[in-house]
T-cell receptor, first 111, second 117 residues
């Protein structure tokens, strides 16, 4: 699986959009971009994933650049409950799905 | 549909004892993954199992650790003769059977926090 690079930490004001970047310059054509988050002392929670098109669900939006070398997770209206560590992961489609977590971005939502 | 269940949530063992961690996957899920998270670190893959089969154990320590996923019952991660360095949070995840190239997200349990005294 390709490696990813994320900022160690970010702050975001409550009610504002949180934009979390991720670089994955060595991503292969068959690798998806996945985002998970881990709220303190809980198990990781799936957020969203995509291949090359932008994706949106009830939790977030995922913007993938045209060359697929980077992506941005957007939480449109951050709340205090969004404070967590956010992991960006790239992995192949199909087959089994060993997930390799990096250190992620620690997002602190500030009141 | 209940989520992934893990028990116990907290486990305290003395050095040299055995630790047994249980994971019940979501209904309909036949794939189970175990991860370990040391304090202030990300999750590290340990092992991937399907019913009655170990598919990938490349992340398992060579000694003292074993995992199984029997035909009936939960998946078990077993740590023999625990040492202080085994203290960590152990997370289990499950996913449904793969179909073609469709990628399925993994659903994680709440974890078991093992403390070795």
């Amino acid at each position: 699986d390709a490696k990813t690079t994320q900022p160690t930490s970010m702050d975001c004001a409550e009610g504002r959009a949180a934009n979390l970047p991720c670089n994955h310059s060595t991503i292969s054509g068959n690798e998806y971009v996945y985002w998970y988050r881990q709220i303190h002392s809980q198990g990781p929670q799936y957020i969203i994933h995509g291949l090359k098109n932008n994706e949106t669900n009830e939790m977030a939006s995922l913007i993938i650049t045209e060359d697929r070398k980077s992506s941005t997770l957007i939480l449109p209206h951050a709340t205090l409950r969004d404070t967590a560590v956010y992991y960006c992961i790239v992995r192949v489609s199909g087959g089994y799905q060993k997930v390799t977590f990096g250190t992620g971005t620690k997002l602190q939502v500030i009141p | 549909n209940a989520g992934v269940m893990q028990n116990p949530r907290h486990l305290v063992r003395r050095r040299g004892q055995e630790a047994r961690l249980r994971c019940s996957p979501m209904k309909g899920h036949s794939h189970v993954y175990w991860y370990r998270q040391l304090p202030e670190e990300g999750l590290k893959f340990m092992v991937y199992l399907q019913k009655e089969n170990i598919i990938d154990e490349s992340g398992m320590p060579k000694e003292r650790f074993s995992a199984e996923f029997p035909k009936e019952g939960p998946s078990i991660l077993r740590i023999q003769q625990v040492v202080r360095g085994d203290s960590a949070a152990y997370f289990c995840a499950s996913s449904p059977p793969t179909s073609g190239n469709r990628n399925h997200e993994q659903f994680f349990g709440p974890g078991t926090r093992l403390t070795v005294l």
